[in-house]
């Protein structure tokens, strides 16, 4: 199974509980996106795209730089959808 699999494999109950986790570590700021094969990632403080870094799942490029996200990243949406959740 690759790790992009893995990762669409979590469930709702599992993502929230990252999500809770990350939270906490980012005092609730930020946004989230995806890396090119889908794994999600926070972005704190401003929550825009101030550096490029490494995804921690498979090494791809993530981030990006002057508040502009890389091409081969993307909103996550669910994520987003958890956050907002009171
Ligand atoms: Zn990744």
Redesign the pocket.
């Known amino acids: 199974m690759a790790?992009?699999e893995l990762?669409q494999a979590l469930t709702k109950a599992e993502k929230a509980e990252v999500f809770r986790a990350m939270q906490a570590e980012i005092r609730g700021s930020g946004h989230w996106y995806?890396?090119?094969?889908?794994?999600s990632?926070v972005i704190g403080e401003c929550g825009m795209a101030m550096e490029q870094s490494r995804?921690?799942?498979?090494?791809?490029s993530?981030g990006g730089g002057h508040h502009a996200l890389l091409r081969s990243n993307r909103r996550d949406e669910e994520m987003e959808a958890l956050y907002r959740r009171p």
């Not at 995806?34 to 794994?39: A, K, S, V, Y």
């Not at 995804?55 to 791809?60: K, S």
């Open positions: 790790r992009g990762n995806r890396c090119p094969n889908g794994h990632y995804c921690p799942e498979c090494g791809e993530v």
